[in-house]
């Protein structure tokens, strides 16, 4: 290696997996050359993939913000760091005193996660004390939280998959060969290692509507019909109670009118009107029941493709009761919950409130959030408490989000939209300001929070490799800055804001930048406050601290023991009056529209990078053969797919890895990605299929739109 070139030991940040990556940087020129796996980091080499080894390009971006800018009629112009700060100030200021703080939203999304700038973000919204919070977990995991705090008592718990002692592994609505186990909770390399464990005799069943990579894996594929994912996991409850499968000790610990009212739920159950809204044969439950109640160690593990329906809260509840009564749950080869570095269960229940029921829905909050799919309507709908401003903070809900084309006329309402990203994309479209932020590659940080999801407790300090822009501030900098200067208390607390000048003033006096307040401080002070490691550990170990034993039965240790509230009335309810619905399809809509992830894309972004254009250029339709046949849809024709409230046209792809009756179009893709700089031509890659979901229809226990079984039609265009 050239001597003015360096290697940076730092870790992806698009997903959980967060593996170790060797950067060589050219110092000078200020560029990555290469990326590679940091081979010396234990756990995630093998399993590396692409987005993290070309993440340079989203450093590069052509159409990168690499300045603030504002909106002037038409076109944005270039302004200082300086004057964003004021003029987002003043603009945000001016509708809070007009209409009280609700009149500000915020959304936040996922990339944001990773390390403690969010804290920032939120201070800033705790500052303004607008009770108009939107995230995007109301995509994804928020049926999970519900469930949580109904049985547990927090909200955030993540679980993680003990992969390495499992012997039986039923996996809904999950496609880890893909997605790397990637949610609430993950484990970093863990499909190849349960596929090791499978080796060596243990069983994966795969319950998913489409022949994934992870079901090819598996040793039974079970192809359901989307959306009944609730139907099949009560199928395998009331096998293990009917054929007393259960385990006798942990059953005797959930409190007994909580047991006697599961065993009520499961007596009415018939068995094989289940199997005809799941399309999985009843022999099939019994056999998956059996397996998987007698194996040693077995974790019945559901993802988004159960979340995102409209019975996400059953399905995620139903997987958790398995668990749970079968002795499975926080044992050797289950699901886990670690206390991590610092005890996220703890401090998100602590800081993250709910905030009682929504204006225009009555919907509740889920975290201290409400759901996306609400936003429109908060938007639209006149009255105190109207929203008129939104801060858009890493998220494109536009296109990730249900109806988009709803959205997008309420965002072009708004009074003030500050949209805070790396490039102006399709949720930007109407932005008053764009904010840049640095890319992970240009930042230092703890991903601490991250740290007690991950199967085997993990830490790495994660290194800048790379300076940002010179007018590109960090984020949690520019939402501190804001807030001074439109006088609002960061974190809502009174003299905070007092507390950060005199500490910036006080490091640029001492000229000790470390004790001004920061992510950097923050991260110190959990670690020291936590005492499970130290900073300076972490900090000077380039490939990451393992923490200590993996433990099992921390979290009933952390409740100290109190029972689990295993079957709400409410959840016993929900399910009752599911059970009651007839099934069935209607004939308009003839098909049921699922979804999945690309391996090479973050949800919405990346569509168009170079590494991403090479390998795959936009979605498709996935259709049966039988049904295309009957449709006179050819592989490559181009079809439209139709539902209630919108069409989409893309060209199909014929294959029998899809059920019949089901087609699957890919999320992420049609995000425009706009050139404020010069105002060139948007670029656009495939369609955004989430045009088609209705953000009308939610889990009312969870506000999670139904991404994954929307009804539509299919025919071929001319
Ligand atoms: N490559 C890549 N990896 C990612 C991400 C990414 O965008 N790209 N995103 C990250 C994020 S934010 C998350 S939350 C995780 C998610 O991780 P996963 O939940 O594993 O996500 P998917 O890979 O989309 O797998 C969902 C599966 O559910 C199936 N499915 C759809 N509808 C239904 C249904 O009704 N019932 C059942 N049983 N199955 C259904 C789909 O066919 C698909 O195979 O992935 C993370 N990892
Ligand atoms: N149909 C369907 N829809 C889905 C899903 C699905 O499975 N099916 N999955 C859902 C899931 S699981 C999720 S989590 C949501 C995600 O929903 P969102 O988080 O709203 O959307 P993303 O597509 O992740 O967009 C992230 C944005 O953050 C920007 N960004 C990247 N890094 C940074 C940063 O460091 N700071 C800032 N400020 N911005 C940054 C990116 O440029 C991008 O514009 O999508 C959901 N949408
Ligand atoms: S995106 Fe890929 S490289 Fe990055 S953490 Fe996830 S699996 Fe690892
Ligand atoms: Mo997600």
Redesign the pocket.
């Known amino acids: 290696m050239h001597d003015k070139n360096r290697v940076v030991y730092t870790t992806c940040r698009y997903c959980e997996s967060c593996c170790g990556l060797a950067v060589e940087v050219d110092v000078e020129a200020n560029r990555v050359l290469r990326i590679k796996a940091d081979k010396e980091n234990p756990g995630s080499w093998r399993d590396i993939c692409n987005k993290g080894l070309t993440a340079n390009e989203v450093v590069e971006h052509p159409r990168r913000l690499r300045w603030p800018m504002k909106r002037v009629g038409e076109r944005y112009v270039r302004v200082s760091y300086e004057e964003a700060v004021e003029g987002v100030a003043s603009d945000l200021r001016r509708v809070m005193d007009a209409h009280g703080p609700d009149a500000i939203a915020s959304?936040i999304?996922?990339?944001?996660g990773f390390g403690s700038d969010v804290v920032f973000s939120l201070g800033l919204i705790d500052g303004i004390g607008t009770r108009n919070r939107y995230s995007?977990s109301s995509?994804?995991q928020n049926n999970q939280h519900v469930v949580s705090e109904a049985l547990f008592g927090y909200t955030f718990v993540p679980f993680c998959p003990d992969v390495d002692g499992c012997d039986y592994l039923v996996l809904v609505g999950g496609n880890p060969a893909i997605s790397r186990f990637g949610?609430l909770g993950s484990a970093t390399d863990g499909w190849r290692r349960m596929l090791g464990r499978q080796k060596e005799g243990a069983t994966i069943v795969v319950v998913d509507p489409r022949r994934t990579r992870s079901a090819e894996d598996a040793d039974r594929h079970l192809a359901i019909e989307p959306g009944t994912d609730w139907a099949f996991l009560l199928g395998l409850l009331t096998v293990i109670f009917r054929e007393d499968l259960e385990d006798a000790e942990a059953v005797a610990e959930l409190p007994a009118d909580h047991v006697a009212r599961l065993r009520g739920l499961t007596n009415a159950v018939d068995l094989h009107a289940l199997s005809s809204r799941t399309g999985i044969p009843v022999a099939a439950v019994e056999e998956v029941a059996r397996g998987y109640a007698k194996a040693q160690g077995a974790m019945c593990l559901t993802m988004?493709g159960v979340s995102?329906n409209d019975t996400g809260t059953l399905g995620q509840w139903l997987s958790t009761v398995l668990d749970i009564v079968t002795g499975h749950f926080d044992r050797p080869g289950g699901r886990r919950w670690d206390s991590g570095f610092v005890n996220m269960t703890d401090f998100a229940s602590r800081s993250l409130s709910e905030d009682g029921v929504s204006r225009v829905r009555g919907q509740r909050t889920v975290m201290g959030c409400r759901s996306v799919c609400e936003l429109p309507d908060e938007i639209d709908t006149p009255g105190e408490g109207q929203v008129r401003a939104l801060i858009l903070?890493?998220?494109?809900?536009v296109?990730?989000?249900p109806n988009g084309a709803a959205l997008d006329r309420s965002l072009a309402s708004l009074e003030c939209l500050v949209a805070?990203?790396?490039?102006q994309?399709e949720?930007h479209r109407h932005a008053h300001w764009l904010i840049p932020?640095?890319?992970?590659l240009e930042r230092s940080e703890l991903p601490f929070n991250l740290a007690n999801a991950q199967d085997q407790s993990f830490l790495q300090y994660a290194n800048r490799a790379v300076e940002p822009p010179s007018d590109v501030r960090p984020?949690w900098e520019f939402c501190t800055d804001v807030a001074l200067a439109m006088g609002v208390p960061m974190l809502g607390r009174r003299g905070f804001n007092t507390a950060i000048r005199t500490s910036r003033w006080l490091a640029k006096a001492l000229g000790r930048p470390g004790i001004a307040i920061t992510p950097a401080l923050l991260e110190r002070v959990s670690l020291t406050v936590t005492k499970r490691a130290s900073y300076k550990s972490i900090k000077e170990a380039p490939h990451g601290v393992a923490h200590g034993e993996k433990r099992f039965g921390q979290l009933a240790e952390f409740r100290k023991g109190a029972p689990i509230l295993i079957a709400p009335q409410e959840l016993c309810r929900a399910l009752e009056q599911k059970l009651a619905e007839p099934p069935g399809r209607g004939e308009a809509f003839p098909f049921l529209m699922t979804?999945?992830?690309s391996l090479h894309l973050?949800?919405?972004?990346l569509t168009e990078l170079p590494n991403v254009q090479k390998r795959e250029q936009e979605n498709h339709c996935e259709i049966h053969p039988d049904d295309a046949n009957a449709l006179g849809i050819a592989n490559g024709d181009r079809v439209r797919v139709r539902s209630e409230i919108g069409a989409i046209e893309l060209s199909a792809e014929v294959s029998d890895r899809i059920r019949r009756g089901i087609v699957c179009i890919p999320?992420?893709w049609g995000s425009r990605v706009f050139s404020p700089a010069n105002g060139a031509d948007p670029i656009v890659h495939g369609v955004n299929?989430?045009l088609l979901?209705d953000h009308r229809v939610v889990d009312p226990l969870s506000g999670t739109p139904k991404?994954?079984s929307t009804r539509v039609a299919v025919e071929r265009i001319a």
């Open positions: 959304y999304g996922n990339p944001i995007a995509l994804d949610w988004t995102q903070q890493a998220g494109n809900p296109v990730a989000g805070i990203d790396l490039v994309r949720s932020v640095p890319h992970w984020e979804g999945g992830r973050m949800n919405s972004w999320h992420g299929r989430n979901v991404l994954n």
